[in-house]
């Protein structure tokens, strides 16, 4: 059985850093095809993709956040982190941990609720 | 970047009836690349449609993807009462990878 769990602080102040954990079983990252990527949507608001990781260190992100955003992934774990740096209230959202296969988005976290205020 | 576009915002439809979704992409989308995700409230999203017609995991053939091009549809056949929810639709062929602003199905 496949899962992804994420975590991370709440809530977050204006100008910090985010730092979000998603920690997943029942897959392996050792196919090039395969990775964990990161997905936010705001509040009443559309998906969009932040960024991935494979395995190879073949990390991808969006370019509009890609000076804000570092992923990382730790294989000895089965953890991927997520780095935001410069957070906004804006940035409020449910942030989800995916599972990638061929590009594909094939499993989900359940998200975490993040909170920018100060 | 693609933008896509789905229509309608919103569809109201009865148990049983027929539910056509529609995501039009700002440019030529390998189909290859398209996929639907379903969004129940307060829950995460879930694929359906991979490759534009290739139906996901325990996906039932009620569900159904075609297109190609700029225009993709979702088709759902016979409505049940735990298919109301939100559509998305998805391109991962071209960086961003980027998604429509949903079709709530009431």
């Known amino acids: 059985q496949i899962t992804l769990k994420e975590s991370g602080p709440t809530p977050v102040r204006p100008t910090q850093t985010l730092t979000l954990t998603c920690t997943f079983s029942?897959?392996?990252?050792?196919?090039?095809?395969?990775?964990v990527g990161w997905v936010r949507q705001p509040p009443g608001k559309a998906l969009e993709w932040l960024a991935l990781s494979y395995w190879s260190d073949d990390a991808r992100y969006n370019p509009s956040l890609k000076s804000r955003l570092t992923i990382t992934m730790d294989t000895s774990q089965n953890q991927v982190v997520l780095r935001m740096t410069n957070m906004d209230p804006v940035d409020t959202g449910t942030y989800y941990c995916?599972?990638?296969?061929?590009?594909?988005?094939?499993?989900w976290g359940q998200g975490t609720q993040i909170t920018v205020s100060s | 970047e693609i933008v896509l576009t789905q229509s309608p915002g919103t569809l109201s439809l009865s148990p049983g009836e027929r539910a056509t979704l529609s995501c039009r992409a700002s440019q030529s989308v390998d189909s290859s690349y398209v996929a639907w995700y379903q969004q129940k409230p307060g829950r995460a999203p879930r694929l359906l449609i991979y490759g534009a017609s290739a139906r996901a995991p325990d996906i039932p053939d009620r569900f159904s993807g075609s297109g190609s091009g700029t225009d993709f549809t979702l088709t759902i056949s016979r409505l049940e009462p735990g298919d109301f929810a939100v559509y998305h639709c998805?391109?991962?062929?071209?960086?961003?990878?980027?998604f429509g602003q949903g079709t709530r199905l009431e």
């Open positions: 995916v599972h990638v296969v061929s590009q594909r988005f094939q499993h």
């Open positions: 998805q391109q991962y062929g071209s960086s961003p990878i980027t």
């Open positions: 029942g897959f392996s990252v050792s196919f090039s095809s395969v990775g």
